[in-house]
């Protein structure tokens, strides 16, 4: 219950230290590594939105990493699809001490490889190749841990912990905080000590301002992605009837069966396969609604030729776009004309 004259979101909270004296197991709030009241306030409201426990942290692979290293011990067996996000595929090989199980982003694949490991990771829809894995089958085939990436879609989307996932990780920087300014992510399950202990032991917390701002961005989470998901839905049909395109809310995609089972909304993210980089880059050059970036989830469409990184099996002229908020007459008019330009090109 608020009280008259407070604000609707408090301000952020800046502390190292808070005054303490006495006994520090009585007191909530000790030091600013630990616990910080503007971290709890967007912790209890994304918990709202994910069904669970959840613990904020400096960036998505701050939140992947402190999650790996509170549940594993070196040499543990863990699955990770071949298409989940590259940095989380590199960090289980080259810095983490874990054996690695790559397969292909499919259920039936990750449920093949699933015995006998400890943790199961999933990224559904995943990136950059929009593959999608029923997130209850696996977790009712496995006994592993299972670990839901639920970047692309946000809770508003997709609710792993609902599907018997026992974590969801995100990173917020992409649709859930939605403004391309700031870098953050978060855990989220059921109990969440261990993680919260590791956290305070490894220093990945976030700053208070960033996580205010994307609490502040919380509020408008639903018309944002009622928006992009409206656009990505247009694009890829203007784009489809053009050239190969994947996005799990078309009818007749790969994976929009099991995505209507499990997904109330398709996500911002759409991929299309243009004949070569030249092509790609042609399309890029030729749109003005889009801006060329890396990153997702943003209120204004970006797009870039995934196969610039290395790292992700895609052909060299795949597109990855990130509708944004745009008037969706304009932006498909915009993708189209630019989209023949590049093919006439091509
Ligand atoms: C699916 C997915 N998971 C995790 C991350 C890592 O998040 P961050 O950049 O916030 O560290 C990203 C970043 O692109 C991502 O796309």
């Given at each position: 219950m608020t009280k008259n004259g407070e604000p609707f979101l408090p301000g952020p909270t800046f502390a190292a230290p808070y005054h303490l004296s006495g006994d520090?197991?009585?007191?909530?709030?000790?030091y600013g590594r630990y616990e910080n009241p503007t971290w709890k306030a967007f912790e209890e409201a994304v918990g709202a939105l994910e069904g669970g426990d959840v613990a904020v942290f400096g960036s998505g692979m701050g939140a992947v990493s402190t999650l790996l290293l509170a549940l594993l011990e070196p040499g543990d067996p863990i699955v990770i699809p071949s298409d989940a996000y590259y940095n989380v595929r590199q960090l289980a090989h080259d810095l983490l001490p874990y054996e690695v199980r790559e397969v292909p982003t499919d259920t039936a694949a990750v449920v093949d490889a699933a015995?006998?490991?400890k943790l199961v990771w999933v990224e559904?829809?995943?990136?950059?190749?929009?593959d999608v894995v029923d997130i209850r089958a696996v977790a009712e085939a496995s006994d592993a841990t299972l670990v839901v990436?639920?970047?692309?879609?946000?809770p508003l989307g997709q609710r792993p912990l609902e599907l018997g996932a026992d974590y969801v990780m995100a990173s917020?920087?992409?649709?859930?905080?939605?403004?391309?300014d700031i870098i953050l992510g978060y855990v989220g399950g059921r109990d969440l000590e261990a993680v919260r202990t590791a956290r305070g032991k490894l220093g990945t917390i976030a700053g208070p301002f960033e996580v205010w701002l994307a609490h502040r961005s919380l509020a408008t989470l639903d018309v944002r992605l009622e928006r992009e998901c409206a656009n990505a839905l247009r694009l890829a049909e203007a784009i489809g009837e053009h050239v190969p395109v994947r996005y799990p809310?078309?009818?007749?995609?790969?994976a929009h069966e099991t995505a209507k089972r499990q997904m109330e909304r398709f996500g911002p993210v759409l991929c299309f396969t243009l004949p070569d980089a030249a092509a790609a880059d042609a399309f890029l050059a030729a749109a003005?609604?889009?801006?060329?970036?890396?990153s997702f989830g943003g209120t204004r469409t970006t797009a870039e030729r995934?196969?610039?990184?290395?790292?992700?099996?895609?052909?060299?002229?795949y597109v990855r776009l990130s509708a944004g908020c745009e008037d969706t007459d304009a932006l498909v008019q915009d993708v189209t004309r630019a989209l023949a330009s590049a093919l006439e090109r091509a």
């Open positions: 520090p197991a009585e007191t909530e709030f000790t015995p006998g490991a559904t829809p995943s990136n950059p190749g929009l990436d639920n970047t692309l879609p946000t917020a920087t992409k649709a859930l905080s939605g403004h391309s809310g078309l009818p007749g995609d790969p003005e609604m889009v801006t060329e970036a890396t995934r196969a610039r990184w290395g790292g992700d099996d895609v052909p060299e002229g």
